[in-house]
């Protein structure tokens, strides 16, 4: 629920303003308030049965997608890592470019009467007891073509189906402390976080100990955490489609918005040339500008950004241990966990909703609310739940660079010590073996 600077709903508000506007009403003018009422009464057999009509059809396509996301089964791939990985981020780009597919729900019939849905995936770093694990998540008719993207651009990994981890972690208020928000993006989603190529790991000639990998600050945390403490971390994405494209409908793709905000910048930088050396046109009718680097860069990453295959996405983070065990700081962690690939000048990612909806006292009684946001944190994380309902949560837009940035498999840089590894590269028998 949406809620105001100092922490008062806005849906409260609008509604104790809209209670105040009617006892004003009845007071000053009675006979306009009745009339109002007879006139919908009268035309009630028009209006009401359409409102009936739409409510009942959206409850039946939320109905028919919930049953069919119920009826699927979903497995947990487990991804274990050898000590000599020397791939960059781009390997796990090729395998975010594969799994770019919107099959299921491309027809009118298959959406709104059979109920189904686009998969979704969910990229997992978990730290348990300080032991850090990479997870999928995925619908288990798809876990055979995540297996085949991973070994043909991993081919030394390790890729296991393993039970679930989240079951392992009842919601016990009584013996569990929790604490769990999503992140949102700071700017419009054209804008880009900084990625692995604006860190430099995009060039192969690097040496491994002279690169930067800003995943390592992610994986250090997650190893520091002391037995009794958990961190989950979850990126969901789905293929992004796109918004309807109504007549009347003024939303506007990715592409669209890029292209208006390198517009604005062309302007802006025109307009303050123009004060500089006045309105002067070339032989063309032109009209020069100068350009900032800052605003060179911004259109370059903008540039790059939407040529990239794209996906709604999503992705939040839940701090947990034994009751007793609790400690604050690992909390100030996970709020900090994604700084490294924000930008001034461009994207970045904050807290938003559940326990970070809570800055003030007023905003609960008791811990009322604060405990029932709990509780649904934990269950939409479990569920895996961002595009639908039961915890149906405004999606963004991450292309492929910045999905394989957050997620990928870390090479020789990161040497912390409970990073998931295997003890050898996988490889083939010589062709010579005699048998």
Known sequence: MAESKFGVSVAGMAL???????????????EFLQGALRVLFILAPVWLPILLALIFWRLWIKYLRMRFIHTQKYSVLEIRIPREIRKSPLAMEAVLSGLHIS???????????EGKVRTWYSFELVSIDGN????????????????????AQYPEVE????????KAVPFDLARYSYWGCDFKLNEPDPYPIKTYIDYGLDNPAAKEEEKTNPLASVIEFLGSLPKGHQVWLQILAQTHKGPKKWPWSKRHGVKEQAEAIVEGILKKSSERTQKITGPDEDEHGMRTMTLTEGEREKIKALDRSVSKLAFDAGVRGIYLAEKDKF?????????GVWKQFGSAHLNGFTITRYMAAFDYPWQDFRQIRQN??????????RLRSWFH???KTPSYVLNTEELATIFHFPGEVVKTP???RIPSRRAEPPANLPT
């Open 16 to 30: 104790a303003f809209l209670a105040v506007f009617i006892g004003v009403l009845v007071q000053i003018a009675p």
């Open 103 to 113: 099959i299921g729900e491309t027809t009118f019939v298959a959406r709104n009467f």
């Open 132 to 151: 850090i694990h990479f997870f999928i998540w995925t619908r288990d008719f798809f876990k055979e073509l995540i297996k085949s993207q991973i070994y």
């Open 159 to 166: 890729v296991h189906e393993v039970e679930d981890y989240t």
């Open 327 to 335: 400690n604050p700081i690992f909390l100030v962690g996970l709020l």
């Open 372 to 381: 029932r946001a709990k509780r649904h944190i934990y269950e939409a994380y």
């Open 389 to 391: 309902e039961p915890y």
């Open 418 to 420: 409970t990073a998931p």
